[in-house]
């Protein structure tokens, strides 16, 4: 996976916690950019926020979305 498909967010300098978001059917990581900033962190913990892009396959579930 290139750093292009994952969105990275940091909440302080040197990060002791990640959390690594995996979007599903039908979105893509930008779906969720804002969630780092709507979870209102304390600002004391440095957190990483992972969101990866799964990449594009064919299915046959939910009409082929």
């Known amino acids: 996976?290139?750093?292009?498909?994952?969105?990275?967010?940091?909440?302080?300098?040197d990060p002791v916690w990640s959390v690594i978001w995996l979007?599903?059917?039908?979105?893509?990581?930008?779906d969720f950019q804002d969630l780092p900033?709507?979870?209102k962190l304390p600002p004391?913990?440095?957190?990483?926020?992972?969101?990866p892009n799964a990449p594009k396959r064919p299915i046959t579930l939910?009409?082929?979305v």
Not at 1 to 7: D, I, K, T
Not at 23 to 30: E, F, I, S, V
Not at 46 to 51: E, K, M, S, T
Request: hydrophobic content about 45%; glycine content about 14%; proline content about 0%.
């Open 1 to 13: 996976m290139s750093a292009e498909q994952v969105l990275e967010w940091v909440s302080g300098s």
């Open 62 to 64: 939910n009409g082929g």
């Open 23 to 30: 979007h599903g059917l039908g979105a893509d990581n930008t």
């Open 37 to 39: 900033r709507l979870l």
């Open 44 to 51: 004391n913990e440095a957190v990483r926020f992972l969101l």
